[in-house]
């Protein structure tokens, strides 16, 4: 029985070592659809975990490592730092000469200097619990309101705090604030798309085997979407939202962002509904590595008020991306965290 069992352990624990190097060192040259590849842009970025425009040429980038706010020129690679000393940044929004940051459990709101520096930082919420999950990106809805991503404290528990597993609405004046949508788990980005609405990645609980899928969500005000009652019997507790995509189970769907109608990247036409492309970081959660991918999301409106969505691998063996932003011209940029951080982008072949 022991000559059965040693080779067996080796061959898992072999597996699992697998598991944690490949991300990090499959990142450099991934596959895509035919017709793309993906060029490099810049390396030595910290935990990149947000990228925001701030021009055609200047891309602002939270380090997560360093605790920093990061300026890049795509074109030259000049760096310079606009703000540190932050506890882990994991979004950022700019909006009429107003910078917010979001950190872990913090969101405050900056004054953008002449020089592009943020200056004269107010809080506009502080004190919410960062513990498996933290507080993630912040956006904005039409109405001039924030919407700030909150992750639970655990796997499965009953929140001590409403205000975890949750989407946060914000007033960007004032900071006043509360639950816009419960039950989201772990929810690391969302994108506002004209005409439609307000679609967010989640993430599920962990150790289940194949449930729960990582989800793509429409923002309904004042719903719940399942956690923490999603257990394998119920997928879709009664009362609350089912996603309108799904994907493989415990691989981590996480920065999204809508494809502009001029990019050349494959998408809908405007006729036909709309296109999203998503980071797939990939999971501890997994004997063999899943996810390290980038995907396509085609949504459509149906007749009767409903979505539905088909989701396809754009790029895989990408390491483990995380933010991805499409730029003004429509190409696609993304980030992998990790690894000291790198910068790519994707352009037609």
């Not at 109405?143 to 989407?167: F, I, M, P, Y």
């Not at 946060?168 to 506002?192: I, K, M, P, Y």
Request: overall charge negative; proline content about 7%.
């Amino acid at each position: 029985m022991r000559k059965h069992i040693m080779p067996m352990a080796i061959l898992i624990v072999t597996l699992l070592v697998v598991r944690q190097v490949y991300p990090y060192v499959s990142g450099d040259d991934p596959s895509l659809v035919d017709g793309y590849r993906v060029e490099s842009v810049a390396q030595g970025l910290g935990g990149p975990t947000c990228l925001i425009w701030a021009d055609d040429v200047h891309l602002l980038i939270c380090d997560r490592d360093s605790g920093q706010i990061i300026e890049l020129n795509i074109t030259s690679d000049e760096r310079r730092t606009l703000l540190d000393g932050l506890d882990r940044p994991h979004g950022l929004l700019l909006n009429n000469g107003s910078a917010y940051v979001s950190e872990a459990g913090t969101l405050t709101k900056y004054t953008v200097a002449d020089d592009g520096q943020f200056v004269s930082p107010q809080p506009l919420v502080e004190g919410i619990t960062s513990s498996n999950h933290q507080t993630n990106a912040v956006n904005l809805l039409p109405n001039g309101t924030l919407v700030w991503h909150s992750g639970s404290t655990c796997n499965v528990c009953e929140e001590k705090d409403e205000r975890n597993a949750a989407l946060l609405w914000v007033n960007s004046t004032t900071g006043d604030h509360g639950v816009l949508a419960s039950g989201v788990r772990n929810s690391f980005d969302g994108v506002w798309v004209e005409g439609y609405g307000y679609f967010f990645t989640d993430n599920g609980r962990d150790l289940e085997f194949d449930h729960p899928p990582e989800e793509l969500n429409v923002l309904i005000e004042g719903a719940a979407y399942g956690w923490p009652d999603d257990d394998p019997e119920h997928p879709v507790p009664v009362g609350t939202e089912a996603p309108i995509g799904t994907w493989t189970p415990h691989t981590s769907m996480n920065g999204i962002d809508a494809r502009p109608v001029h990019s050349t990247l494959p998408g809908l036409e405007p006729s036909e509904g709309f296109t999203l492309y998503a980071t797939v970081y990939g999971s501890w959660n997994t004997l063999l590595p899943q996810g390290h991918e980038i995907v396509r999301i085609d949504v459509n409106l149906e007749a009767d008020g409903t979505y539905t969505s088909e989701i396809t691998r754009f790029a895989w063996d990408a390491g483990t991306p995380l933010p991805l932003v499409f730029h003004p011209d429509g190409t696609l940029y993304y980030a992998t965290f990790g690894n000291n951080g790198s910068l790519y982008k994707i352009v037609e072949s």
